[in-house]
């Protein structure tokens, strides 16, 4: 007496296909702040020479964009950040008008904020660590702690014309992004 | 054999796109409404989910929290109809509470339209000129010869405008939603321009 041979159904198959979109759905929502924060880093890092250095950016306009949505009333000043060798020290010099300090940790969250307000006329002097690095800051340093090593630091100075950029250029002459290591 | 294959691929597909879309903002509803202009007050945000923080990546990378700037957004004129390139829009608006916005233009890749025109942006310095209250401006492909600050389309397709204000007096939701944010009237358009795809 012959067996009968069970023929292959779709049952498995769509589930193991189900299986794989709830997987490929999760992964990819995970992986994207990560894949896009790299991008951005690695850009910065290779106009600025390196990380941990600060770069400034051009007046923007349609030909030297490098960002999604950037605003050509703004000067940019940008330093990708590596806390993985310790601390780093940032200088902002005071502005004639708004400026901010904006500090993403690797996952893309805007994790502190410093804006002209809140510089006094000497500039603001941040030491940034990672949370699982000690904090070895002077007197009168803001203390920014991202939860990763890896992150940006974004400044924003108010330039919506030549003349306004150009005294721009003037205010953040001083300003830096460097480990401490740097000798401070 | 070739069933797994089929519905192994077709799943991966459909997973990855699926992300893609949900994080392309496509399906965000954390929207905060004022007149055409609406913002999501999760943008720059320490956000609480993995789906909103893979939006916020993707088309608010590097923005400030609420406290700092709103940044409010639209794609279509006062009467709803999408902002073309073909078209000329009439600007205006007043005084806001806030210390300082602007407003720029993005095509449908999110960057400043390609031209030469030097007009991307209009801001707050440029438009209420004190003693002004209140302002003009064109929305245009071409230099219009009528006076006010000048918004230039060319090279836009079908695009959109974002409005930053910084340092606003309030962040509350009932007084993002009251403010008088500039109107965007059609005045003509000499072409049915193509699509450009979703803002």
Known sequence: ????????GWLKPLA????????????TIGLIP?????????RIAEASGGINRLAHGNMVTPQNQQIV???PDLAYSTCALDLSKGPVRVFIGKGADYTSAAFYAGNTDNVFTL???????EGAQIMVVSARSPIAAKPGEVVVSLPSDKGLLLVRRLAPSAEAFKRVQGERAKDFCRTVTDGM | MWRWLICGVL??????GSALAVSGGLFSDAKLVSGRWSTDPTVGAAAANPWLRATIARVGLLALTKEETVYF????DDDGAKLVEGCTYALSGEAIPTRWWSITIYGADQMLPVNTDAASSIDATRALIAPATTWTGTLSPTRPTTPGPWLSSKGGGTYSLTIRLYNPQSVEKSALQALKLPSVKKVSCTQTPASGGVN
Do not use: C, T
């Not at chain 1, 804006?115 to 006329?121: A, E, W, Y």
């Not at chain 2, 957004?73 to 279509?76: A, G, H, I, L």
């Open chain 1, 34 to 42: 990560s894949v896009i924060m790299n991008i951005a880093m690695k």
């Open chain 2, 11 to 16: 799943g991966l597909g459909l997973g990855v």
């Open chain 1, 16 to 27: 193991f296909g189900a299986l794989l979109a709830v997987l490929g759905h999760l992964l």
């Open chain 1, 1 to 8: 007496m012959a067996q009968d041979k069970k023929k292959p």
């Open chain 2, 73 to 76: 957004n639209r794609d279509v």
């Open chain 1, 115 to 121: 804006n002209d307000r809140k510089i006094g006329p």
């Open chain 1, 69 to 71: 949505r950037s605003s």
